[in-house]
């Protein structure tokens, strides 16, 4: 008899259901549900406020949330902790550095936390420094470090027991262009050993090179779900117009005809078909003098955001 089994990579690693975070009667994150597989990389998009960070902390285990459950390769984040996190690395956005001790030092101190120790442990600790680039820094004090150095190590701490599952929150903000590039080919590295990424960032260009499927928060829910072709043909054939000048004046009828997504005193944006060809046209319809600045964005996963949310990611 031949028994049809899912291939490894299949599995999922990570399974959230209905998370739910309430700070009184403040909602930071509602039925939030979604799941990675291993050797997948899984974007949480969305900008400040969004929900990204109360989700990956309650994953984490560092927030305990209102409702819902969480399972980290089969175990439950609330019911067996232990079990759960052994499975879990994580990056987060402030940096878990002790400043006063070498690069090596705070991997050997990440890594005896870890229940490593001895050759492993040596072995480990070159693997990683030579992953995020730090071998040649790695006796110098952390408080030497650039910002970027930092973030490449705190990177390191995070995958110096091998996790089978890595939470990256924004691992790439305020990082130098050599670091990001850096800690980018390290998260694809980990993805073809078949690591289970969650990965959240304001970066659209970095969520477009990693990411196998993408989810897209704002206030607290995910609005939007999938691949970047399939997020994108959501757009269909239309271009997004940003127009900045002064519109306190305009009444917003003079776009009767097309899907306008805001509508502020400085700032019009609405979608258009082949806008470029029809530019001159669409201007016409507002009084002389009244816009500053125009642009034009083909159908992307940054004008579906906008479509989506209002606003642009980093707002």
Not at 22 to 50: C, H, M, R, S, W
Not at 206 to 227: Q, S
Not at 285 to 305: C, H, M, R, Y
């Amino acid at each position: 008899m031949i028994v049809n089994r899912k291939r490894p990579w299949q599995k999922h690693m990570i399974q959230i259901e209905a998370l739910t975070k309430n700070y009184g009667q403040f909602t930071a994150a509602e039925d939030i549900t979604f799941e990675v597989k291993t050797g997948e990389i899984f974007g949480l998009l969305g900008p400040n406020g969004a929900g990204k960070s109360t989700t990956i902390n309650c994953i984490s285990g560092l927030l305990k949330p209102s409702l819902g459950e969480i399972n980290i390769n089969g175990h439950s984040v609330l019911s067996e902790a232990i079990k759960a996190k052994a499975s879990l690395g994580l990056v987060p956005q402030d940096l878990a550095l002790y400043e006063d001790l070498s690069g090596q030092e705070n991997l050997n101190f990440w890594g005896q936390a870890y229940g490593l120790s001895g050759e492993k442990l040596n072995n480990r600790i070159k693997t990683v420094l030579d992953q995020v680039g730090l071998t040649s820094r790695a006796k110098d004090l952390v408080s030497t470090y650039s910002g970027g150095m930092k973030r490449r190590l705190n990177f390191a701490c995070a995958i110096l027991h091998e996790p089978q599952a890595l939470l990256l929150d924004e691992p790439t903000v305020g990082v130098d262009p050599q670091s990001r590039e850096h800690l980018l080919s390290a998260v694809e590295q980990l993805k073809a050993q078949g690591t289970a990424v969650l990965y959240t960032t304001h970066y659209m260009e970095e969520a477009e090179r990693l990411c196998d499927r993408i989810a897209i928060i704002d206030h607290g829910k995910i609005i939007a779900v999938g691949t970047v072709d399939e997020l994108r043909s959501q757009m269909g054939e239309k271009d997004l117009i940003t127009l900045n000048g002064d519109f306190d004046a305009v009444e917003q009828t003079v776009l009767t005809e097309f899907e306008v997504i805001e509508w502020q005193d400085h700032t019009v944006r609405f979608m258009a078909e082949n806008a470029a060809s029809q530019l001159s046209e669409l201007l016409a319809k507002f009084p002389q003098g009244t816009i500053k600045q125009t642009a034009v964005q083909q159908a992307n996963l940054e004008s579906l955001f906008i479509k989506l949310t209002g606003r642009e990611l980093r707002d």
